[in-house]
């Protein structure tokens, strides 16, 4: 007899990413996982094969040095920081804590997918508040907040659409939902936004009990394969995530990369100049090239090209040419590819290569 999981995990699909290969191609050009344009840090890459030496200790489970350094440089207090094997465990830490059985959690339509993912196996009800302009709606997130409801995700600037809210709306999402629900602030991509207004979430966390915010080394720092997130939340939310917390949940080698990117001077300048240029530049490109762009704060772009045939047929042209982009079927926008900002190089090849589709495809 087959031994049955809980009934919740069953409704889960497994997630499918970080896909680097096309039969019949040789060179890839991966633009999936809005991974960093510049590749790691010199000085991380260093970090990693110096920590090579010690693999046979366990790591700090506390994450001392790394937390240090994490508030150092963003003036926060390391003692409310807890480090995770990427953001993802960290969402996870969260939904296990506060969600499970018999709770809602109340996410936009098209929010990151992972909040769904994990929510269910948790066995949340996953509440999707459908969006206006592909922007969260937070009229329309207060309302969807029922009794049961304990959880709320926001990414902000969010993955896929690339939107962002205003800072006066976060605060008034903050502000009128109710206390016993646990804001959860996704600034996954912060450090990429230009607006003067934003702020990632720290000030929200500072002011209110129930507000955590979540932050990547995956992204700008690239640093996506060390996996290595941190939350930085109210201390009795420090507690909780303690308690829940795997004994040795980020390697030694993730942690002294995420120390080293840290330091690494004028890397966030550089790549925060790169990433609204060449952001700008594909975004005009595809614009001439006949095809909808959705504006983006983040290091990517949703392309639009009116109907799930038709991006299909893009898609398929692209990775003719070895350029991996991310099909957006499974956030139920198969009008769309999400299109990471690379190297100039690689946004000059996905130009030319929607271009001559746009012509020819
Ligand atoms: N949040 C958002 C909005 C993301 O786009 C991603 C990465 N795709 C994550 C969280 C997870 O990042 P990581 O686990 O690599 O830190």
């Known amino acids: 007899m087959t031994v049955m999981p809980r009934p919740s995990i069953?409704?889960?699909?497994?997630?499918?990413?970080?896909?680097?290969?096309?039969?019949?191609?040789?060179?890839?050009?991966?633009?999936?996982?809005?991974?960093?344009?510049?590749?790691?840090?010199?000085?991380?890459?260093?970090a990693i094969a110096a920590n090579a030496r010690e693999a046979h200790r366990y790591p700090d489970g506390g994450a001392t040095a790394l937390r240090e350094a994490i508030g150092a440089r963003f003036g926060l207090d390391p003692a409310r920081i807890v480090c995770g094997n990427g953001s993802d465990e960290l969402l996870a830490m969260l939904i296990l804590a506060y969600g499970g059985e018999g709770t809602e959690l109340v996410m936009s339509a098209h929010g990151f997918m992972m909040y769904e993912i994990t929510g269910r196996w948790a066995g949340c009800q996953v509440i999707k508040?459908?969006?206006?302009?592909?922007?969260?709606?937070?009229?329309?997130?207060?309302?969807?907040?029922?009794?049961?409801?304990?959880?709320?995700?926001?990414?902000?600037?969010?993955?896929?659409?690339?939107?962002?809210?205003?800072?006066?709306?976060?605060?008034?999402?903050?502000?009128?939902?109710?206390?016993?629900?646990?804001?959860?602030?996704?600034?996954?991509?912060?450090?990429?936004?230009?607006?003067?207004?934003?702020?990632?979430?720290?000030k929200l966390v500072d002011a209110t009990p129930n507000t955590v915010m979540t932050r990547t080394f995956s992204k700008i720092f690239g640093l996506g394969g060390m996996r290595l997130g941190w939350a930085y939340a109210p201390a009795p939310i420090v507690?909780?995530?303690?308690?829940?917390?795997?004994?040795?949940?980020?390697?030694?080698?993730?942690?002294?990369?995420?120390?080293?990117?840290?330091?690494?001077?004028?890397?966030?300048?550089?790549?925060?100049?790169?990433?609204?240029?060449?952001?700008?530049?594909?975004?005009?490109?595809?614009?001439?090239?006949g095809f909808k762009v959705w504006p983006s704060e983040g290091n990517f772009?949703?392309?639009?090209?009116?109907?799930?045939?038709?991006?299909?047929?893009?898609?398929?042209?692209?990775?003719?040419?070895?350029?991996?982009?991310?099909a957006m079927g499974g956030y139920g926008l198969p009008q769309c590819l999400r299109v990471t900002i690379g190297a100039a190089e690689e946004c000059q090849m996905v130009i030319d290569a929607l271009t001559d589709f746009s012509r020819n495809g």
Do not use: C
Request: hydrophobic fraction near 45%.
């Open 301 to 326: 772009l949703l392309v639009d090209f009116g109907d799930g045939t038709r991006a299909k047929a893009a898609d398929a042209h692209l990775r003719a040419r070895g350029l991996i982009v991310r």
């Open 129 to 202: 508040v459908p969006e206006k302009n592909l922007t969260a709606d937070v009229d329309g997130l207060l309302a969807a907040v029922g009794p049961r409801t304990r959880l709320m995700f926001l990414a902000n600037p969010n993955n896929p659409t690339g939107s962002i809210l205003p800072q006066s709306e976060v605060e008034r999402l903050r502000r009128e939902l109710r206390q016993d629900v646990l804001l959860v602030l996704d600034s996954a991509y912060a450090e990429y936004v230009t607006r003067p207004d934003y702020d990632p979430g720290q």
């Open 10 to 46: 069953l409704s889960v699909e497994p997630y499918v990413g970080g896909e680097s290969k096309v039969p019949g191609v040789n060179r890839i050009i991966k633009l999936s996982s809005n991974e960093g344009a510049f590749g790691p840090p010199p000085s991380a890459i260093e």
């Open 239 to 289: 507690d909780i995530l303690g308690r829940v917390r795997g004994p040795f949940n980020v390697n030694a080698a993730a942690m002294a990369a995420g120390i080293a990117a840290l330091a690494e001077p004028g890397w966030i300048e550089k790549s925060i100049a790169h990433n609204t240029e060449w952001r700008g530049k594909v975004a005009a490109a595809m614009e001439a090239a």
